[in-house]
């Protein structure tokens, strides 16, 4: 029976590791407030009073945390995952993080790096796109573990490749809301029937994801998160770091991360990412 | 029996008018090239030497044209569809053009505006995104032939609509190549498994038609058309006029504009659009 330490029980790690639990996995969740653990043994785990505890037995641990620091602090820090996980155990780190930082931590111990994405409903339906970056036999040895959060779990390279993935699944992602909204400010403008349009332009080549699931409240200004804009900034930070890192130039991901930066500047961090219809509106002088 | 003048056989126009045939309509079409006039007739249409030929008799006119001028004259200029045509023929204008243009022109004759999307395969399957532009009962009654070329038909608004919703599809089908091209660049300096990576990016928010039709031949650097990199210029230029007349600011729609703009003045204006990721690898010095 797998052991798993799983340290992050927020809206993403926490339906995760009840979807572990659920798929028969030993889980011992901790998290710095404590009411999301005690959801975790609710849903059949058992809890930890720190990341000493939840991991001293893991033969996986899991994090699942905000940023680059985080991690950092969480799995290199005293008192954190490297200093008290078994020889050999596997760390599986689901956070979006900076590609180098995974790299880093893959030089110290047994490392992948698996950053998700499908959003909270995804993490919820155990239907996670999973990348993995890292050895190929810890892929394998991960995959059952991998297969009860992810519905697409692909090994994509070497450590860091994970992260170099999810940057790209991030400029893409963001691009794609910045290019509907602009085209839906655009046809609102004009008094086109935007239902109507969005119905003929997910026929075409210009069918996205964001058209099926997202302009809809979009059109409505609807920006409960979902995926929240201040998250996405940072993500954003993270893809232009690692282009100017590879020497790659990214015109619309420049962009559109001066766009997102904006929008978290002007104090909309909170709301979902599809807010960026309200800044295109807001220099159009359309609000 | 209605009887359909088909001015334009082209790539996109001549599968139309040979689909039209077999759907039962009485076509008799016009191209200034006799070979494709030729085309038509061995699928079962019938020739003519001139517009005023193919439209005499006809009661709706579909035109196929590259360019707004083309249109004008081929509709408005002497010699043309409304100084040929029947009183009361409706025109059908399939062209991607300026939504002014298709403005002015309903403003002289019973008009619908109904650019298409899909490419030469949709054309030839029958299975075009028809985004149409128009009075309601026009609409409806050229619901029959619509059906007959295309899969999803929806009817936009009034006069012009169709080409605004089309000019939308354009600005988000350039900015999404674009996006693709930048994140595959990215990955490959990154040295990522890119088909593993098209595999997962597929599977989340960030899935698209470009990811599914185009990136395997952007990663071949294979660009044979397809969509060609000069009639995507000439649509950019449609949308930025559009959206300036209406006061619609669209930094990627802009953006994405300049880079297709390069593309088309380094030569370029052959090949398909995901060209646009050769165009990523030059500013990343990776050719």
Redesign the interface.
């Known amino acids: 029976m797998t052991k798993i330490g799983f340290i992050g029980l927020g809206i993403m790690g926490g339906p995760m590791a009840a979807n572990l639990v659920k798929a028969g996995f030993e889980v011992t969740g901790y998290n710095r407030s404590r009411a999301k653990v005690d959801r975790l043994v609710d849903a059949g785990g058992e809890g930890a009073a720190s990341v000493a505890g939840a991991v001293r037995d893991a033969d996986v641990v899991i994090t699942m945390l905000p940023d680059s620091p985080d991690v950092q602090a969480v799995v290199l820090g005293e008192d954190g995952v490297l200093a008290n996980a078994k020889p050999g155990a596997l760390l599986i780190d689901c956070s979006t993080i900076r ?1 180098d930082v995974s790299r880093a931590i893959a030089g110290r111990m047994r490392a992948l790096d698996a950053p998700v ?3 909270e409903q ?1 993490a919820i339906d155990g239907n ?4 993995v970056g890292g050895a190929a036999e810890d892929f394998e040895a991960a995959k059952d573990i991998l297969d009860a959060v992810g ?2 779990v ?5 450590a ?2 994970g992260q ?2 999810k ?3 991030q ?3 963001a ?2 809301i ?3 909204a ?2 839906l ?3 609102e ?5 935007t239902d ?2 969005i ?3 997910s ?8 058209l099926d ?1 997202k302009a809809a409240a979009m059109v409505q200004r609807e920006f409960t998160p979902g995926f929240r804009v201040e998250l996405h900034h940072k993500d954003l930070g993270i893809v232009q770091a ?2 100017r890192e ?8 420049a ?2 991360a001066q ?1 997102m930066a904006s929008l978290n500047a002007q104090g909309h961090g909170a709301l979902d990412h599809g807010a960026l219809i309200e800044l ?1 509106a807001q ?4 609000e």
């Open positions: 590609p994405s499908g959003g995804g996670l796109s999973i990348m519905g697409t692909v090994h994509v390279g070497a860091g490749a170099t993935v940057a790209a699944n400029l893409i992602v691009g794609t910045e290019l509907v602009e085209s400010v655009f046809l403008a004009h008094g086109v029937d109507a349009a119905k003929v332009l026929g075409g080549l210009a069918g996205n994801r964001i699931r690692a282009a590879a020497g790659v130039v990214i015109p619309l991901g962009a559109v766009l295109v220099l159009s002088g359309r």
